[in-house]
């Protein structure tokens, strides 16, 4: 049975592929900051799973060293690990500075979740992944490519973890190491980035998913991948 660690999974994207793996057999290992909507998400995917043992709900900030620590641990308690996927980040201030104005120390701590942290959790399931020449996917967005006013921070976090990713696939050429923009999605996360204003013609999280999927399916070489490019 292949074994999973999903980041951020109470909520969104991360809640969908989290849906989605349980619904193919996986097993997998779900994080989230809020542990009230961790366990609502874990109720659920138990539920779907039809077994408890199939799904590990581990509450905790992903930037916490003690807390990936446990994830770890969580995925070899379940056997292994086959699939580790880096999808919790925070935008930071909601509306966005420019970097003018940008608080250094508000900065630091989006590197801290949205680079730091990855990296962190894959120092601590590397060997795992090696064992099982498992796949990496971390979650990124435009805003690592493209120079949008405000998103400076956001922006430059996911193009360090971009980045991050890029040196690790050329490090573990027995991994597979994706760095995965999904695009715009109507999440929580993109509402807080335009406050006030109507996502509703943003496509839901869980249309993106067969994307998602498609890529582990197909498993194509280490890279950075849209999911409109893997779309099946």
Do not use: C
Request: charged share 25%; hydrophobic share 40%; glycine share 10%.
């Amino acid at each position: 049975m292949k074994v999973a660690i999903i980041t951020g999974a109470s909520r969104g994207f991360g809640r969908e592929i989290a849906k989605a793996l349980v619904n193919e057999g996986w097993t997998v290992v779900i994080d989230a900051r809020d542990a009230s909507a961790l366990e609502a998400a874990a109720t659920d995917l138990r539920e779907l799973a039809g077994s408890p043992e199939r799904v590990r709900a581990i509450p905790g900030d992903v930037g916490d060293a003690d807390h990936r620590h446990r994830l770890a641990e969580a995925a070899a308690e379940l056997g292994g690990l086959d699939l580790l996927v880096n999808n919790a980040s925070v935008l930071g201030p909601s509306p966005q500075p420019t970097l003018a104005d940008y608080p250094l120390d508000v900065l630091a701590d989006v590197y801290r979740v949205n680079t730091l942290a990855p990296v962190g959790l894959i120092q601590e399931t590397l060997g795992a992944l090696r064992s099982s020449s498992g796949v990496i996917v971390n979650v990124t967005s435009d805003a690592a490519i493209e120079g949008y006013e405000g998103w400076g921070g956001y922006g430059s976090s996911k193009a360090a973890l971009e980045q991050a990713s890029n040196v690790l696939a050329a490090e573990e050429p027995e991994l597979a190491v994706y760095w995965f923009d999904p695009g715009d999605m109507r999440t929580q996360m993109h509402q807080e980035a335009f406050p006030g204003e109507d996502i509703s013609d943003r496509p839901e999280p869980v249309t993106v998913v067969p994307s998602f999927l498609r890529l582990l399916e197909r498993r194509p070489a280490s890279g950075r991948y849209r999911g409109s490019e893997v779309a099946p």
